[in-house]
């Protein structure tokens, strides 16, 4: 009888063995995930929230680890600019110093009105994906003669059928009615077109209607164009709210990922609106008795939570009145077994409480509960759930600031449950301004004493940025996103938070159980645990640590080339000579490179008689993340206008400064400029090429630098409207009829529509592209041998001037393969131009080589993204009793990125005061790079020269 309780003693011996090296390959599993992939988190700080035409955006970027201290291992980020189509304008490559950088955008008069955006990444983040990237919205403005100012109020009726009431009077910005004008409006949902009407403003300028919408769900984003009939340039864009007044979508998330029948457990839930918003519900819980289990009241922004015994049969349903009409909701469905994990912060200001409960059948050694923060693991706890439950008491001071998420893992290794909680914040940062003046006047100059301290008021040496506001033209509202936020929650949360930096106000107790209502509610950005623990990581992006080019050599059959002494020489304004050696793998590296605003590199392959070689160059290119696909709409200045807002809108001309008049006379002579250049390469052209050309479009080498690693096909379906593949088009000026004479086989007669052709080719449009000049040589040499220029053709044999691109196969091959092979970084400009029935492309290449495109063995170009090198905040200086006639409305009186305390914790700022009395807020926020945040608003008051300080 012994024997089995022997065998029955090592069988379990051995299974909890194997549950502690499950529990150990895990750890081990997370720790080497982390040590691959430590987290990187980006902020930018801006000088104002929203900016017009010919204004200078100004930012400062802080790019820190996982731990809120300085990035080790990336010097240089990406920042991107999208318009309101979320279209890629421009970019600028920021070098970092200790993680920290600034730069600007100058919005010029070529952006049109709308909401831009700004990302912001590091190359290491694109392993993470797109939700660690920082991104904002704002809105760039232009006021002008022709600006309409919108009073609108509007209100969806359902009622019966849904029918929109809608009321706008109309002014411009005098504030003078636009009274019996004639306009169109139409309504669009995003950008499909759902109706039109025509419409006269009354005498007070005043549009009042109704607009029945129909039966069908509403959603997405909707608005009004509203044109002057008479003048069509004249339009205003009215944003819409058709929201669903009986559409909540309530949400609810137990804690800890489940419920299990028969423990009791906390349930949180978000009640969000159409618009996205949280909105405020009172719902009750039933069962199938239809008796009240428990009462939902919200706490904040839609949000709270409520405790369940869930048991096994029953069915909870959420039950809410809107709108007087009785709403009703299931819970999710509670498992039969597993586990349920719930965490109490908010009790003891020392302590967190864990709380860990199974079901019968999982009540078992080797469970482990892990805490991380950003990717690092700082707690692991073994559990022993034999008796159904286990509780832990950990001291808070343990633990950094911030989110710190805890997963608890079964014994077999499979992630059971997942919790995040908010540590209280220990570490901050106190800014104080000291003034030389409680009171200025006009032009005075401005001295501050800025104090930086810790919590326990010791001096700080931190980073900061810092900008000056004039409040009569820049509203700030209460509900900013700041540093503090966006690291210590903002960074790790997915979705969108409602007025974040409100969590960091005060620390009282309502604030702290509405935080951790959102913790419970909201994503996490973090593990994707399947990668993490099921698959072998592998780094896409790498960090760039440095200015560095890497690469490799290969032979013909793709082996590697080693020991090949390789020579970098740059070909921008800086010249510079360097070498390097590939090594067994045939990698090479050139460490140490200066950053340069612009550069381009030759790396020449040499072999030991100091012959140019034949191995293949490849070298790591930066890979631009993809564009974005949604960015957060804000809602036009012009429409119910603040009169701050439109304040600064009305005055953008008279606060441009003498560099940003200079500026813009500039762009001016720039176009015209163009212009003579493209008549003259027209008159070229016709000359050589085509009598009948028309100069179109030019892409310039300035947009090409911008995209070096595009393709030709790429750039020409990017930059040139309605560029095609098709075989539907005419072939000469006078089209096609069968029957008649025929000219190298094909028929020729009096005029006739396009035909569709046996074979594709080109199109703009329906139009055929005849040309493709190389460096002024056509592409049919390469097809045919022979050119096929329109001016040289006799008309006896082609009496309707038919290109041979219509009639030769092989035209369209050569061009296609020419097309995918130069890319951006070959080409200097492409010129369009527009004939009578063809179109002609003129494409200069950097080589000079035509149409016959080699790759030049042993010789590699290599144009970086050039580093932005930031321009100078204009600031002006008034000497005493000088007589300055131009007037002074800025409305960012000062902006300085690179405010850095002493080691007394000082730092001495001074600018000049504008021209008007007014009041200013000054705003600072920086870090000490070592996981401290500080951030705050002050006003200094200007008072007309009569007034006495």
């Not at 949400?251 to 839930?269: S, T």
């Not at 998420?405 to 540590?423: D, M």
């Not at 009829?737 to 199109?763: C, I, M, W």
């Not at 050119?787 to 006896?796: A, S, T």
Request: net charge positive.
């Amino acid at each position: 009888m012994k024997k089995p309780l022997i065998v029955l003693s090592i069988f379990l011996a051995l299974a909890l063995n194997i549950m502690a090296q499950k529990a150990n390959n895990i750890a081990n599993k997370i720790d080497a995930y982390n040590k691959l992939f430590p987290a990187e988190k980006l902020y930018l700080s801006f000088d104002k929230p929203y900016y017009s035409i010919g204004d200078t955006l100004w930012f400062k970027s802080f790019l820190l680890n996982g731990d809120h201290t300085a990035s080790i291992r990336t010097d240089k980020i990406y920042v991107e600019l999208f318009n309101d189509s979320l279209k890629f304008i421009e970019n600028r490559v920021i070098a970092l110093n200790n993680g920290l950088g600034y730069g600007d955008f100058a919005l010029t008069n070529k952006l049109a009105e709308g909401t831009y955006v700004i990302r912001a990444y590091s190359n290491w983040q694109q392993n993470f994906g797109s939700d660690y990237f920082f991104q904002k919205s704002f809105y760039i403005g232009n006021a002008g003669d022709k600006t309409w100012l919108l009073d609108a109020h509007q209100k969806l009726n359902t009622a019966g059928k849904k029918i929109l009431d809608l009321k706008v009077r109309i002014t411009n910005l005098k504030n003078e009615a636009a009274g019996l004008k004639d306009v169109e409006i139409v309504l669009m949902n995003d950008k499909k077109r759902l109706m039109k009407a025509d419409l006269q403003t009354s005498l007070q300028g005043v549009i009042e209607t109704q607009i029945p919408l129909g039966d069908n769900k509403i959603n997405g984003n909707y608005s009004f164009i509203i044109t002057d009939k008479k003048d069509r340039s004249r339009q205003s864009v009215l944003p819409i709210s058709l929201q669903e007044v009986d559409q909540i979508d309530l949400q609810f998330m137990p804690e800890g990922g489940h419920m299990v029948n028969g423990i009791f457990g906390k349930v949180a839930f978000k009640a969000i609106g159409a618009d996205g918003l949280g909105k405020d519900i009172f719902c009750k819980i039933i069962n199938n008795k239809n008796e009240t289990q428990a009462e939902l009241q919200v706490i904040n922004k839609g949000m709270g939570s409520f405790y369940l015994l869930p048991t096994k049969g029953e069915i909870y349903t959420a039950v809410y009145s809107l709108n007087g009409k009785e709403q009703k909701q299931l819970l999710p469905t509670a498992k039969e077994e597993g586990t349920t994990l719930r965490i109490d912060q908010l009790s003891k200001n020392d302590s967190l409480y864990v709380y860990i409960k199974s079901s019968d059948s999982k009540r078992l050694d080797g469970y482990q509960l892990l805490a991380q923060v950003s990717g690092e693991t700082i707690m692991k706890v073994d559990l022993n759930l034999k008796n159904g439950f286990s509780t832990l008491k950990l001291a808070k001071q343990d633990f950094p600031d911030g989110i710190i998420h805890f997963t608890l893992f079964s014994p077999e290794g499979t992630p059971v449950n997942e919790r995040q909680v908010f540590i209280n914040r220990k570490l901050k940062i106190n800014l104080k301004f000291a003034t030389n003046s409680g009171i200025y006047k006009p032009r005075d100059s401005v001295n501050l004493e800025l104090t930086v301290t810790k919590e326990d008021g010791s001096p700080l040496s931190g980073s900061f940025a810092i900008t000056v506001t004039d409040d009569a033209q820049v509203k700030h509202t209460n509900d900013e996103e700041n540093i503090t936020s966006y690291f210590l929650l903002q960074s790790d949360l997915k979705g969108n938070i409602e007025n974040p930096s409100w969590y960091f106000k005060d620390e009282n107790p309502s604030t702290l159980l509405a935080l951790d209502h959102l913790l419970l509610t909201q994503g996490w950005v973090g593990y994707n645990w399947d990668e993490v623990l099921k698959k072998t990581p592998q780094v896409q992006f790498k960090a760039e640590k440095g200015n560095e080019i890497n690469g490799r050599l290969t032979n013909l059959l793709k082996n590697p080339v080693p020991n090949i002494k390789l020579t970098l020489m740059s070909l921008g304004k800086t010249i510079f000579l360097t070498d390097t050696v590939s090594n067994a793998d045939g990698s090479f590296k050139f460490k140490e490179l200066p950053f340069l605003d612009s550069a381009a590199y030759t790396i020449k392959i040499k072999n030991a008689k100091g012959k140019t070689a034949l191995a293949t160059i490849t070298v790591d290119e930066f890979t631009p993340a993809k564009d974005i696909n949604f960015a957060q709409k804000i809602s036009p200045w012009y429409v119910n206008a603040d009169t701050t807002i439109l304040s600064y809108y009305k005055n953008v001309d008279q606060r441009k400064t003498p560099t940003q008049r200079q500026q813009l006379a500039l762009e001016g002579n720039a176009l015209k400029e163009v212009e003579i250049k493209g008549q003259a390469k027209l008159k070229e052209f016709r000359l050589k090429t085509a009598w009948d050309a028309k100069f179109m479009k030019e892409i310039t080498e300035e947009e090409l630098k911008k995209v070096p690693r595009k393709t030709l096909m790429d750039l020409m379906n990017e930059k040139i409207p309605a560029f095609t593949i098709g075989n539907f088009y005419a072939d000469g000026a006078f089209g096609i009829q069968k029957d008649t004479f025929d000219v190298e086989g094909v028929s020729y007669g009096a005029p006739s529509r396009p035909r569709r052709h046996n074979f594709y080719n080109f199109l703009i449009g329906g139009y055929l592209v005849s040309h493709v000049m190389i460096d002024g040589i056509n592409t049919h040499f390469i097809a045919s041998g022979t050119d096929d220029q329109i001016n040289n053709v006799p008309y006896q044999s082609h009496p309707f001037q038919v290109s041979r691109t219509a009639v030769l196969p092989d035209v369209f091959l050569v061009n296609k393969q020419i097309f995918n092979i130069l890319s951006a970084e070959d080409i200097i400009n492409i010129k369009v131009f527009r004939g009578i029935s063809h179109y002609y492309l003129d494409i200069k290449t950097r080589s000079g080589k035509g149409p016959w495109v080699v790759t030049t063995p042993g010789i590699y170009v290599y144009r970086p993204l050039p580093i932005y090198m930031a321009k100078e905040f204009y600031s002006p200086k008034y000497a005493v009793n000088k007589d300055v006639k131009t007037p002074d409305l800025r409305a960012t009186i000062f902006w300085d990125a690179n405010v850095v305390t002493d080691e007394n914790g000082k730092a001495n700022i001074s600018f000049y005061a504008a021209d008007k009395p007014s009041t200013y807020t000054l705003k600072i926020e920086g870090t000490d790079l070592f996981g401290r945040f500080g951030y705050q608003k002050s006003t200094i008051k200007i008072v007309n020269k009569t007034e006495s300080k």
